[in-house]
Structures are given as C-alpha cells and as structure tokens.
C-alpha cells in the first residue's frame, strides 16, 4: 500500500483577542437569506398588482435594470480580477436604485462581488429602501392621496 500524504492548508496568523477571519472557500452571510428581499419584493408586488393593476412595463424596468445590473457587476468583478480599469461605485448603485437592485443581489452572492466592504453595502440597502419607498408611493393609492393633499395645502 502506497503512502497518502496529507495536503495541509495554510492557516492565517492570529491576532490575540480577534476571531479568526474565515479562510478561503468559506463564505460569511451568504445564503438563501441574502435573496430574501427579492422574494418580499415579488410577492409585495404581486398584492398590489392584485389591488392596483400596475402596468407592464414596471415589471419590464426591474427585469430589464436587474439583468444590466448583473452585467455590469460581472465586468466591475472581471475588470477587479484582471487589474482594469473599474466600473465607479456611484454607476453600480445608480443601476441598483433604478430597479436592478435584485439584480445586484444575485450578482454580489454568485460572483462574490461587493459583499464584504461595508463603504459599499450601507449606500447599497439605503438605495434599495428608497427604491422600494418610490415604488410603493407610485404604485399605490398614496400618490393619489399625497397629490390631493399636496393640491389642497400647498397654495
């Protein structure tokens, strides 16, 4: 019978006082939670199309802003491997905030792009709340209700 040898993996220095930092292959927060707000978005939009018919081509613009949204993450992260020239932080979260936000979930858990740097993720959430803010006031009866009472206070 042969000798095995055994591969060791290299383990990281440790800092007294400090958890270690997961090693590679190990993901931190990623998970079927991560694509939690894509499903509480899609069902939310299916209630109000229930009561509120909402034209087609809303659904069409988050579809269409998610897929460009995936694209332009795949290049940032290709662009990032390959030491080019980036695509700027403020052009990913535009993209977010116009509708490809689901999109950019899916693009940041797959390709493990921008899921670590806090500097990122904070403008992130907040441009996905507003995003979802704006929906839910045009999509709704609060326009109608926020246009009337504008007409009415407002001289």
């Known amino acids: 019978m ?3 040898t ?8 440790r800092t007294p006082g400090r958890t270690p930092t997961p090693t590679r292959g190990t993901r931190r927060g990623a998970g079927p939670a991560q694509y939690l707000p894509i499903l509480v978005f899609v069902l939310g ?8 018919p909402i034209p087609l081509w809303v659904a ?19 662009a990032a491997r390959a030491n080019r020239r980036r695509v700027p932080e ?3 979260l535009l993209l977010g905030f116009i509708g490809g ?3 950019a979930i899916v693009a940041q858990q797959t390709l493990r792009h921008k899921t670590q740097k806090v500097s990122f993720r904070r ?24 246009a009337t009472w504008a007409e009415r206070t407002l001289p």
């Open 60 to 78: 069409g613009l988050y579809v269409a802003a998610s897929v460009l949204c995936f694209i332009v993450y795949a290049v940032d992260k290709s």
């Open 6 to 13: 055994e591969r060791v993996q290299p383990t990281r220095a």
């Open 90 to 92: 403020k052009t990913l």
């Open 123 to 146: 403008p992130f959430w907040a441009s996905v709340v507003v995003n979802l803010l704006v929906f839910a006031v045009f999509a709704t009866p609060l326009f109608a209700l926020l």
């Open 2 to 4: 042969a000798n095995r």
């Open 45 to 52: 939009y299916l209630v109000v199309t229930a009561f509120w």
């Open 101 to 103: 936000w689901p999109g």
